[in-house]
């Protein structure tokens, strides 16, 4: 152990109360031993610290920050350096604002379109993901803060998401949800790590031995810091003798009572606890230092105002000067934020009729209609909502600085998805007098947020009826998207162009009107497949879980992994996106250790493209995806220039999970190399054999047709139970709730009153949605199960008090209610007499 002289001098009481929170953001310090205490924050796409009081849903204002593109944006320029640009920047202001932990960012697998937080999540590929994700990472700890890549793992939804339980087998969980992770730390190094809330398997995510002994500490060498997500702990116990260090926030010392009867039966043991400690030791004290070094080497500097793209000064922090209040610089911040949002804009659509309507020929007249162009939607909701620093720069007030003719601008729909005549009137007069039409649409705020899932996949339609009504009176239309997530598209028709930003951050309207203009040449890549309906998808029949269980039926095949395989058609594939340039391929070689092939920008003006290496093995014995990416690269080419490209392979190139051996292996035979500008565009193929790592293959004597063939939409039970090698267990609930069922489950309860408090809860949350708006704390109370009640209530409530409200919610009121105050005293003497022995 690295900090064996402090724990020595360590009460039982000390180390048990240190692996608890202090306070929503901060871990316990221990003045008395020279133990600080850290400070986390949320930070996907920018810090979000808050001033007063901390609450982890975002209800309470935050110290203002760069609001940065969302992972699902930036995951889409496929730009590794980008990402680390990005993260050097939330780092300093991390840093800057007295953070220790940045908690991100997000990198579970957008297993299906609805899930409510894609818009925090790179991709639907594992290895972009982890990629993008070991950038962010590399680039945040460069500035002394610890990066919290989350939520490890099989995190896929967000409905109940404290009370869920993944049922995946072992390849699928390693070649899909923990390859991106496993990327974040080895090649990343991430200081720290976040656990989910739901079960993998029956185990929670934060006491599951297999994921965090056996292959995050163990496989990868993790030696970090694991945090849980807040409210996430189920069983503190087991937590810690995981290896679990931080549970958040702040439980109380009703969890640190729990260690310490644990420790008396014998069920923990003193090096399982001293273990716990000194990671966490480890960490406060290195961060610690780290800022102070950081603090000192600041001392004196000056900071100017950059400037934006166009050479114009940014507005900042307090809208007049460059600097901001915690003294990083807003200006050059906010021109990282407007590059990140440039560089990964997608465009969809630019039909030659006889011309492309983009770029926009100058002086042309532009009627900019929709209400995303006077409010732009510009981030998600929920803890990771950022107040930003800047002022929000719309396209209504920008477009004015570009070579166009306003022709005006009209909100043209209510973003709540109300109709209304007189806006829709408004916008159809104005668009009959402009040579071309930007129409601003996408998701409402209400489609994507955490703590619900979207229910279809639709825009609402309210937005879709403006623009069908739109390419009557204007044929030339350039739809302009906004959202963190895929969508269905039948509406394409009606777009000459089509150019997607998705949730750009502060500076995405100035991103986009350079996009548009072709100031920028749009490079960005779909990170995530567009299908053509939702129905299309993998895990349509099984997502989101309808009781206890997720079934993860459809294995290996996510995203474009089955619709390659399986030959469906989609709207647009993945890794997808059209330039204002062209670009050609040819010359690859296949080496030993990798690809190489010439690039060249045919075209007529500078761009970048992205080059996409494909791996195939379609004689192999081991069923598998069509092809898989296993390396990617961006390249800036000027007009006619040519460059050699090479693409390594790695580790992660031609392996496998082997159920059988319990290892990664490859398979002996041919492999395909395809290189490409997305899945189903591949320009150049070769071919490299390889020998096997082992004769025992899985799935020997198993029937397995769905995987077989990729047809996995209809996956019975028994092949499924074939694939896992066990039986399903039963996610129905049956008799009386428990305390890691939900509040939203008390539909279940036998208790009268439970019921009428669900029915209340779920009238509100109706009401809610209808009104367009997230309301994040009623969403959290009606997934929380009872248990994360005792965890997120500040030691006002015990588990014994938890234990009581689920036996009045089952019927036995008096029971229940005596055990309630009972334990409301009992834990009060017992806080009180801890506090004592802590010297508080």
């Not at 957008?110 to 991709?123: A, D, H, M, T």
């Not at 995303?372 to 477009?399: C, D, H, K, W």
């Not at 996408?442 to 309210?462: K, T, V, Y």
Request: charged residues 25%; proline residues 4%.
């Amino acid at each position: 152990m690295k900090h064996m002289d402090i724990i020595e001098k360590m009460t039982v009481e000390e180390k048990a109360a240190f692996l608890s929170g202090k306070n929503e953001w901060q871990s316990r310090d221990i003045p008395h031993l020279g133990i600080p205490s850290i400070f986390c924050a949320d930070g996907p796409h920018g810090v979000r610290k808050q001033a007063g009081e901390g609450d982890h849903l975002g209800l309470n204002p935050s110290l203002p920050a760069t609001c940065f593109p969302t992972a699902a944006t930036v995951a889409n320029s496929w730009d590794e350096e980008l990402g680390e640009e990005l993260g050097r920047t939330l780092g300093a202001e991390a840093a800057a604002l007295g953070v220790n932990v940045l908690l991100g960012p997000g990198l579970n697998m957008k297993r299906s379109p609805l899930c409510g937080r894609n818009f925090e999540y790179f991709s639907e590929d594992p290895y972009q993901a982890g990629k993008m994700a070991a950038a962010y990472i590399r680039g945040i700890q460069s500035r002394g803060v610890a990066a919290c890549p989350k939520h490890f793992a099989v995190n896929s939804q967000e409905l109940r998401r404290m009370a869920m339980n993944a049922v995946i087998d072992e390849r699928t969980l390693r070649e899909i949800y923990l390859t991106g992770f496993e990327i974040a730390v080895k090649e990343g190094g991430a200081k720290a790590l976040m656990t989910s809330y739901n079960e993998i398997n029956g185990t929670y995510a934060n006491e599951n031995e297999h994921l965090l002994k056996d292959i995050l500490r163990g496989e990868w060498g993790f030696d970090g810091m694991v945090v849980t997500d807040w409210g996430g702990s189920n069983d503190h116990v087991r937590g810690v003798a995981c290896r679990s260090n931080l549970e958040m926030p702040t439980p109380g010392l009703d969890s640190a009572r729990q260690l310490l009867k644990a420790l008396d039966e014998g069920r923990l043991t003193m090096e399982e606890l001293d273990t716990c400690v000194d990671d966490l030791l480890d960490a406060v004290l290195t961060l610690t230092e780290n800022s102070r070094d950081g603090a000192e080497a600041e001392e004196g500097k000056e900071t100017k105002p950059e400037e934006k793209p166009d050479g114009e000064t940014v507005g900042t922090a307090d809208r007049k000067s460059g600097k901001s209040a915690a003294g990083f610089d807003a200006a050059a911040h906010n021109a990282i934020a407007w590059k990140a949002a440039a560089e990964s804009i997608v465009l969809l659509k630019n039909v030659p009729d006889p011309e492309p309507l983009l770029p926009l020929k100058k002086s042309c007249s532009v009627a900019l209609i929709g209400d995303f162009a006077i409010r732009p939607r510009y981030q998600g909701a929920g803890s990771s909502l950022v107040n930003p620093i800047m002022e929000i720069a719309t396209m209504e007030t920008m477009i004015s600085s570009y070579p166009l003719v306003n022709a005006g601008c009209a909100a043209g729909y209510r973003r709540t998805g109300e109709a209304d005549e007189a806006l829709k009137k408004e916008a159809l007069d104005l668009a009959q007098n402009a040579d071309v039409v930007i129409y601003c649409f996408g998701l409402n705020e209400i489609s994507e947020s955490e703590g619900m899932d979207r229910s279809h996949m639709r825009i609402p339609q309210n937005q879709i009826e403006l623009l069908e009504a739109l390419v009557k009176v204007n044929s030339n239309i350039v739809g302009v998207l906004s959202g963190g997530s895929a969508v269905e598209m039948s509406w394409h028709h009606c777009c000459k162009s089509i150019v997607h930003g998705y949730l750009g951050g502060q500076a995405g309207a100035g991103a986009m009107l350079d996009v548009l203009t072709g100031k920028v040449n749009p490079s960005g890549r779909l990170a995530e497949t567009y299908p053509v309906r939702y129905e299309d998808t993998p895990a349509f029949r099984f997502f989101p879980s309808t009781e206890r269980n997720s079934e993860y039926r459809e294995s290996l095949y996510i995203g474009y992994r089955y619709y390659d395989t399986a030959r469906v058609r989609v709207q647009y594939p993945f890794g997808y996106g059209l330039s204002y340039t062209s670009f050609a391929y040819s010359g690859l070689t296949v080496s030993e250790t990798g690809v190489t092939f010439c690039l060249e920008n045919t075209g007529e003006c500078d761009g970048a493209e992205v080059a996409q290496l494909y791996v195939g093995c379609w004689d192999g014995a081991v069923f598998r995806p069509e092809k898989e990416l296993k390396g990617f690269k961006k390249v800036f080419l000027k007009q006619g220039e040519k460059k050699q490209v090479s693409i390594p392979f790695d580790d992660k190139t031609f392996r496998y999970w082997n159920v059988a051996t319990n290892r990664w292996e490859r398979e002996a035979g041919t492999y395909q190399i395809l290189v490409g500008a997305c899945v189903l565009d591949i320009r150049l193929s070769g071919s490299i054999t390889r020998t096997g790592t082992t004769d025992r293959l899985p799935y020997e004597g198993l029937e397995l047709p769905s995987y077989r063939t990729g047809f996995i939409q209809n996956v019975d039970r028994e092949e499924y139970e074939k694939l896992l090698g066990y039986p399903l267990p039963s996610g129905k609930w049956m008799g009386e709730l428990g305390l890691n069922d939900a509040v939203c489950q008390m539909y279940y309860a036998k208790s009268g009153l439970a019921r009428l408090i669900y029915k209340v809860l779920t009238d509100k949350k109706n009401k809610n949605e209808a009104a367009g708006t997230p309301d994040l704390n009623l969403l959290f109370q009606y997934n929380i199960p009872f248990r994360a009640i005792a965890k997120m209530t500040g030691g006002m409530v015990s588990m014994e008090m938890a234990e009581g409200a689920v036996a009045v919610v089952n019927g036995h009121f008096f029971r229940g209610i005596g055990r309630i105050i009972a334990g409301f005293f009992r834990n009060l003497k017992a806080n009180k007499q801890y506090e004592k022995k802590l010297g508080n």
